[in-house]
């Protein structure tokens, strides 16, 4: 599968080193090593998602408990959890690290992915919801501890777009 | 049976939980019974007030934590039975006022009026334990025993659609937010 192992393990380890102890997750393509380095780790909760509001909620709960999670979702996983976003994340203040893989942008060739990617950052801007790019091996660790330092003082979700340049190799 | 006697039946047990509940009735009833640090009243976002329950059980394995859920709330976010069954937290207890309406918009009657089953969507979906109620005494007797054993809990508490007068109370989002997770906080370094 030409999904990269290799970024996988560095986002991986990146979130780790955040602390991260809780993953929510909804199974993507792009998201299959993440979540199998999540499974195999006896230090990390792994919720497996029947729908992706659902991780708001989760997220929430770990926050209170004093545990810091991430979220793995695809971007209309993204799409499905607006009003958890908007009436529990942004209302109570919660903070969220949001991975999103950016399917539907550029190289996508799945057709039904397309409206999802053209519409991703926009409803992020509507939300003012901050985010930024995982696009190159070399800033994933250091993004990803920005991102996750951002949300917790801001007590906000922050975004984190996965892109076909980091995760995919043709 | 009413919602508010049922909270009350069973207000005294509630103090070494962590309780989250749904908005509205649920929310302003519990509050007149008396607010206390460990309660978390999740006032919109229909449908996460159980995966709210669900994080902090996973996360806090040896603490009982009660959620108080609604039909109308739960019919949103039927997926988080399965979730909660799949990751099965031992110490969560999940109970579900179901009043067969959307009391607080005007009483708009759910699924659940024309025949929709929790019960059964809640025991096909995986809880180990799920009964319903129909009394205060079992209400409170199904409650008692659930925090006594130790498996996931799903009870349904068929109650009138009758609410309280207003919905709105005197404590902000924000301040109980900050004060249930400070709660938690200090219980780390008792």
């Given at each position: 599968m030409p999904v990269s192992a290799s970024n996988s393990k560095l986002i991986y380890d990146a979130l780790k080193e955040c602390d991260i102890r809780l993953v929510s997750a909804l199974p993507e393509t792009w998201l299959v090593h993440l979540i199998r380095l999540a499974e195999e780790d006896p230090e990390m909760i792994l919720v497996r998602l029947a729908?992706?509001?659902e991780a708001v909620g989760i997220s929430a709960g770990a926050h209170f408990a004093g545990v810091k999670s991430a979220m793995l979702m695809q971007n209309h996983g993204f799409l499905a959890s607006i009003n958890g976003i908007v009436s529990f994340a942004h209302l109570y203040k919660i903070p969220l690290l949001m991975l999103i893989s950016?399917?539907?942008?550029?190289?996508?060739?799945?057709?039904?992915q397309t409206q999802g990617g053209n519409v991703t950052e926009p409803v992020l801007q509507a939300l003012r919801i901050p985010y930024f790019f995982l696009d190159a091996s070399d800033t994933v660790r250091k993004r990803i501890r920005q991102a996750q330092t951002l949300a917790e003082s801001s007590l906000q979700p922050v975004a984190l777009l996965l892109t076909r340049d980091l995760m995919w190799e043709e | 049976m009413l919602r508010v006697d049922c909270l009350r039946s069973v207000y005294s047990e509630l103090e070494n939980c962590l309780v989250v509940t749904i908005m509205g009735a649920v929310a302003a009833e519990l509050q007149s019974l008396g607010h206390r640090p460990n309660f978390f009243y999740l006032?919109?976002?229909?449908?996460?007030a159980s995966s709210t329950g669900l994080g902090l059980a996973l996360c806090l394995p040896e603490q009982r934590v009660i959620v108080f859920d609604g039909d109308g709330s739960l019919l949103m976010n039927l997926g988080s039975l399965s979730t909660m069954a799949r990751y099965r937290p031992r110490k969560l207890l999940h109970v579900v006022f179901d009043n067969?309406?959307?009391?607080?918009?005007?009483?708009f009657p759910t699924a659940t009026s024309t025949g929709t089953d929790l019960e059964g969507i809640a025991r096909s979906s995986g809880i180990p334990r799920v009964t319903t109620v129909r009394t205060v005494e079992s209400f409170k007797a199904a409650v008692t025993g659930a925090m006594q054993g130790s498996d996931l809990t799903s009870i349904i508490a068929k109650v009138e659609a009758k609410g309280p007068?207003?919905?709105?109370?005197?404590?902000?989002l924000l301040e109980n937010r900050f004060q249930f997770r400070r709660h938690i906080q200090s219980l780390k370094t008792r």
């Amino acid at each position: 599968m030409p999904v990269s192992a290799s970024n996988s393990k560095l986002i991986y380890d990146a979130l780790k080193e955040c602390d991260i102890r809780l993953v929510s997750a909804l199974p993507e393509t792009w998201l299959v090593h993440l979540i199998r380095l999540a499974e195999e780790d006896p230090e990390m909760i792994l919720v497996r998602l029947a729908k992706e509001e659902e991780a708001v909620g989760i997220s929430a709960g770990a926050h209170f408990a004093g545990v810091k999670s991430a979220m793995l979702m695809q971007n209309h996983g993204f799409l499905a959890s607006i009003n958890g976003i908007v009436s529990f994340a942004h209302l109570y203040k919660i903070p969220l690290l949001m991975l999103i893989s950016y399917r539907g942008s550029l190289g996508e060739r799945d057709p039904w992915q397309t409206q999802g990617g053209n519409v991703t950052e926009p409803v992020l801007q509507a939300l003012r919801i901050p985010y930024f790019f995982l696009d190159a091996s070399d800033t994933v660790r250091k993004r990803i501890r920005q991102a996750q330092t951002l949300a917790e003082s801001s007590l906000q979700p922050v975004a984190l777009l996965l892109t076909r340049d980091l995760m995919w190799e043709e | 049976m009413l919602r508010v006697d049922c909270l009350r039946s069973v207000y005294s047990e509630l103090e070494n939980c962590l309780v989250v509940t749904i908005m509205g009735a649920v929310a302003a009833e519990l509050q007149s019974l008396g607010h206390r640090p460990n309660f978390f009243y999740l006032q919109h976002a229909m449908g996460l007030a159980s995966s709210t329950g669900l994080g902090l059980a996973l996360c806090l394995p040896e603490q009982r934590v009660i959620v108080f859920d609604g039909d109308g709330s739960l019919l949103m976010n039927l997926g988080s039975l399965s979730t909660m069954a799949r990751y099965r937290p031992r110490k969560l207890l999940h109970v579900v006022f179901d009043n067969e309406s959307l009391l607080s918009v005007g009483g708009f009657p759910t699924a659940t009026s024309t025949g929709t089953d929790l019960e059964g969507i809640a025991r096909s979906s995986g809880i180990p334990r799920v009964t319903t109620v129909r009394t205060v005494e079992s209400f409170k007797a199904a409650v008692t025993g659930a925090m006594q054993g130790s498996d996931l809990t799903s009870i349904i508490a068929k109650v009138e659609a009758k609410g309280p007068a207003a919905y709105v109370t005197d404590l902000s989002l924000l301040e109980n937010r900050f004060q249930f997770r400070r709660h938690i906080q200090s219980l780390k370094t008792r």
